[in-house]
């Protein structure tokens, strides 16, 4: 590659958002067709505990 290859660590990136590795490893096992793009525009992840679903009670993943 001109230029040469960038790469980034997990470390970079959940410091510049907390949610991309999570998003990107979850749409990675989806299926590639419109289904799983369809699944994937329904994905929700919120960095912190507050989220606007009041009636619903997820249960925080730790990473």
Partial sequence: ??????????????AK??????EKAI???????PLGKQMARKLKIYAGTDHPHT???PEP???
């Fill in 61 to 63: 993943i730790a990473l």
């Fill in 1 to 14: 590659f001109p230029g040469g290859l960038k790469t980034l660590t997990a470390e970079h990136v959940h």
């Fill in 27 to 33: 749409k990675g096992m989806l299926p590639k067709n």
């Fill in 55 to 57: 009636a619903q009670q």
């Fill in 17 to 22: 958002d907390p949610t991309a590795l999570l």
